[in-house]
């Protein structure tokens, strides 16, 4: 399924900072196109390669900025998901990623953090959400699964195995 939105377009500048149209001029007057549609920040970043602007006297994250000025509100516990880095399977990801300064309001999602990490391609949670099969070949279907409060899943079927293995080197020992 393709997430890099097709609906829903960027409007106006709302007013979530004081002076919101300026805000956004001067932001995207230091964006670049990049790949795949992205608008990429050239101003200054973070060590983790986010771009950083100062707005009311603080300093921000750009993409957040730029969210909450053509898109919506966002509170302090809520992420955005770069769906461009998702979509590209030649991006390295970590910090060299050039998504992370994506711009591009369309390529921006809401998410919590949770769901952020299960999208990603590259983050061990999401591609150990996605399997479907233990390392043994066992499905993950309701029956067979056990899902423990941490929200981590084991394969019943191999704990069964595990349990009779040990019972067997235990018999044995003593016999």
Not at 63 to 75: K, S, T, W
Request: aromatic share 6%; proline share 5%; with cysteine.
């Amino acid at each position: 399924m393709d997430r890099i939105r097709e609906v829903r377009p960027p409007g106006s500048p709302h007013e979530a900072y004081r002076n919101a149209p300026q805000v956004a001029e001067r932001i995207l007057n230091k964006a670049v196109a990049g790949p795949g549609a992205c608008l990429i920040w050239t101003g200054r970043v973070d060590r983790d390669n986010y771009g950083m602007t100062q707005v009311d006297n603080k300093t921000l994250r750009t993409h957040r900025v730029i969210y909450a000025l053509l898109v919506g509100p966002l509170d302090s516990s809520t992420f955005i998901d770069h769906a461009c880095h998702n979509q590209d399977r030649a991006c390295p990801g970590g910090r060299d990623c050039l998504h992370r300064r994506c711009l591009n309001p369309y390529h921006l999602d809401k998410a919590s953090n949770r769901e952020n990490l299960l999208r990603s391609t590259r983050s061990i949670a999401g591609a150990n959400a996605r399997k479907t099969h233990c390392k043994r070949g066992h499905a993950f279907d309701d029956e067979n699964t056990y899902v423990m409060a941490n929200g981590g899943r084991y394969c019943r079927a191999c704990a069964r195995e595990r349990y009779a293995a040990r019972q067997r080197a235990g018999s044995a020992v003593t016999a």
